[in-house]
């Protein structure tokens, strides 16, 4: 019999939900959660182990987190590793998509998890490890948990493995020459595709080119120094109190805070609760991601007309491309409310 490990976050580990985010790595021995159903559809495979890790302790921990369940998996007999599913859960993502990278790359195995297509982790990771498309939220289970234990039969018996279209996981940037049955010519199939294309009809191209969501570039600001210039970051800079609850990774929310009587954001009084980079520096200088000196400064020298009387800040790490759209949205608003006509948009 052929054996398994699953990984899976705090919730689905049945530890708890945000509270216990930072839950640390655990090993457990059998099936926890989720790893009941994929046991069940395994034929020919049984799960031996449930790792448990909260999403918060990867975020902010990940080569702590990653060293320790790799530690767990020393000596530890198996053919395959599974994890999630993450569903839209973007730290849920991230991490599944962190630990199966590692573990391929560590012992060799087949690694597969499943994420929905606005699950940042599918960006990046899809090119490292087999990553299914999956539901939006956990009523999906079952389904998503199915359709990873039908590949890691496949994979576990040796049978033909298909391009990802056939198999139904997100595209890796791999091609590979494939024969067809039908043995019909490159040359009579893409006549064939020519003259549906010139019909109107339906048809399906072999060699799909990714669409990117460009934004167009807006127009030169003519004078700078009459010019009301607004400061947005997906640094986390905020309030000591973080009064709007942001996350610290896959945000759903954003602040808007006044600073228009200062010269210069405080260490102790505002700070990042940002989890994707070291905040030492951050939080003894939030200058450094929201640079409010620098701009007094320009403000004083006539550089820049006036600065907006407030920032607006979220955080962008594991933030999907749909949160972020709606947010930018929001906070657009106010800038035209506020007849902003220049944007510092500032990261980390």
Same mark, same amino acid.
């Given at each position: 019999?052929?054996?398994?490990?699953?990984?899976? *976050?705090?919730?689905?580990?049945?530890? +708890?939900?945000?509270?216990?985010?930072?839950?640390?790595? /655990?090993?457990?021995?059998?099936?926890?959660?989720?790893?009941?159903?994929?046991?069940?559809?395994?034929?020919?495979?049984?799960?031996?182990?449930?790792?448990?890790? %909260?999403?918060?302790?990867?975020?902010?921990?990940?080569?702590?987190?990653?060293? !320790?369940?790799? %530690?767990?998996?020393?000596?530890? $007999?198996?053919?395959?590793?599974?994890?999630?599913?993450?569903?839209?859960?973007?730290? #849920?993502?991230?991490?599944?998509?962190?630990?199966?990278?590692?573990?391929? /790359?560590?012992?060799?195995?087949?690694? =597969?998890?499943?994420?929905?297509?606005? *699950?940042?982790?599918?960006?990046?990771?899809?090119?490292?490890?087999?990553?299914?498309?999956?539901?939006?939220?956990?009523?999906?289970?079952?389904?998503?948990?199915?359709?990873?234990?039908?590949?890691?039969?496949?994979?576990?018996? +040796? $049978? /033909?493995?298909?391009?990802?279209?056939?198999?139904?996981? #997100? +595209?890796? %940037?791999?091609?590979?020459?494939?024969?067809?049955?039908?043995? $019909?010519?490159?040359?009579? !199939?893409?006549?064939?595709?020519? =003259?549906?294309?010139?019909?109107?009809?339906?048809?399906?191209? /072999?060699?799909?080119?990714?669409?990117?969501?460009?934004?167009? =570039?807006?127009?030169? =600001?003519?004078?700078?120094?009459?010019?009301?210039?607004?400061?947005?970051?997906?640094?986390?800079?905020?309030?000591?109190?973080?009064?709007?609850?942001?996350?610290?990774?896959?945000?759903?929310?954003?602040?808007?805070?006044?600073?228009?009587?200062?010269? !210069?954001?405080?260490? +102790?009084?505002?700070?990042?609760?940002?989890?994707?980079?070291?905040?030492?520096?951050? *939080?003894?200088?939030?200058?450094?991601?929201?640079?409010?000196?620098?701009?007094?400064?320009?403000?004083? $020298?006539?550089?820049?007309?006036?600065?907006?009387?407030?920032? #607006?800040?979220?955080?962008?790490?594991?933030?999907?491309?749909?949160?972020?759209? !709606?947010?930018?949205?929001?906070?657009?608003?106010?800038?035209?409310?506020?007849?902003?006509?220049?944007?510092?948009?500032?990261?980390?």
């Amino acid at each position: 019999m052929k054996k398994a490990i699953l990984y899976i *976050n705090q919730f689905f580990g049945q530890i +708890g939900g945000e509270d216990k985010a930072d839950f640390e790595p /655990e090993i457990r021995e059998g099936l926890v959660g989720p790893a009941m159903a994929l046991n069940k559809y395994l034929k020919d495979a049984e799960v031996t182990h449930t790792i448990i890790c %909260g999403d918060n302790f990867m975020g902010s921990n990940e080569k702590e987190a990653v060293g !320790r369940i790799l %530690g767990f998996l020393e000596g530890k $007999e198996f053919d395959i590793f599974f994890a999630g599913p993450a569903f839209q859960a973007g730290r #849920y993502g991230n991490a599944c998509g962190v630990i199966c990278k590692a573990v391929k /790359e560590k012992f060799n195995v087949p690694a =597969i998890t499943s994420m929905h297509v606005e *699950n940042p982790g599918v960006e990046m990771f899809k090119k490292d490890v087999y990553i299914f498309k999956g539901g939006n939220n956990a009523g999906r289970m079952r389904r998503d948990m199915k359709i990873m234990a039908d590949f890691g039969n496949k994979i576990l018996n +040796g $049978e /033909e493995l298909l391009w990802a279209d056939a198999e139904g996981y #997100y +595209g890796r %940037g791999k091609r590979h020459q494939v024969w067809l049955e039908s043995k $019909e010519p490159a040359a009579k !199939r893409v006549v064939k595709m020519l =003259i549906d294309k010139l019909n109107g009809e339906k048809f399906q191209t /072999e060699l799909p080119i990714p669409k990117k969501d460009m934004v167009p =570039i807006a127009s030169a =600001i003519k004078d700078l120094s009459k010019a009301n210039i607004a400061v947005v970051t997906s640094g986390g800079i905020v309030p000591v109190d973080n009064p709007d609850r942001i996350q610290s990774a896959s945000a759903t929310r954003w602040g808007r805070y006044d600073y228009s009587k200062m010269d !210069r954001l405080e260490a +102790g009084v505002f700070k990042t609760i940002h989890a994707g980079f070291d905040p030492a520096a951050a *939080n003894a200088d939030p200058n450094v991601i929201v640079p409010l000196d620098a701009l007094r400064a320009y403000e004083k $020298e006539g550089k820049i007309g006036k600065l907006h009387e407030y920032f #607006y800040s979220t955080v962008g790490t594991g933030t999907t491309q749909g949160e972020a759209a !709606r947010m930018a949205k929001e906070i657009v608003e106010y800038l035209k409310e506020a007849k902003v006509d220049g944007v510092i948009l500032t990261s980390t």
